[in-house]
């Protein structure tokens, strides 16, 4: 059974830091995502890395402030979050894909449950 369980979410003043967690089972994943939904928005692309890791694009939103890896010994993607802003408030999801890579959410078939992330300025 394949599954992704986010962890690491919470409550952060603005200007802070969380780490995201992702482990992943059932399957070995090839590219890995994270995507966030804020209420009443859509959902939207965060960031995204390759197998090896050589591959790694994201959203002009978060660049500089957020960085993501992975462990494919764990079989889990982590994601950085430095300098919160309250605009990154949202519901975060790890999501898996079997392209070699994609920014795409249409093209990820595995998802997470997802994980609150709140930031009070």
């Known amino acids: 059974q394949v599954q992704l369980v986010e962890s690491g979410g919470g409550l952060v003043q603005a200007g802070g830091s969380l780490r995201l967690s992702c482990a992943a089972s059932?399957?070995?994943?090839?590219?890995m995502g994270w995507f966030r939904q804020a209420p009443r928005k859509e959902r939207e692309f965060v960031v995204a890395?390759?197998?090896?890791?050589?591959?790694?694009t994201y959203a002009n939103s978060v660049k500089g402030r957020f960085t993501i890896s992975r462990d494919n010994a764990k079989n889990t993607v982590y994601l950085q979050m430095n300098s919160l802003k309250s605009e990154d408030t949202a519901v975060y999801y790890c999501?898996?894909?079997?392209?070699?890579?994609?920014?795409?959410?249409?093209?990820?078939?595995?998802w997470g449950q997802g994980t609150q992330v709140t930031v009070s300025s």
């Open positions: 999501a898996a894909t079997p392209r070699p890579y994609s920014s795409d959410s249409l093209e990820y078939r595995d």
């Open positions: 059932g399957r070995t994943f090839n590219t």
């Open positions: 890395i390759n197998w090896s890791g050589s591959i790694a």
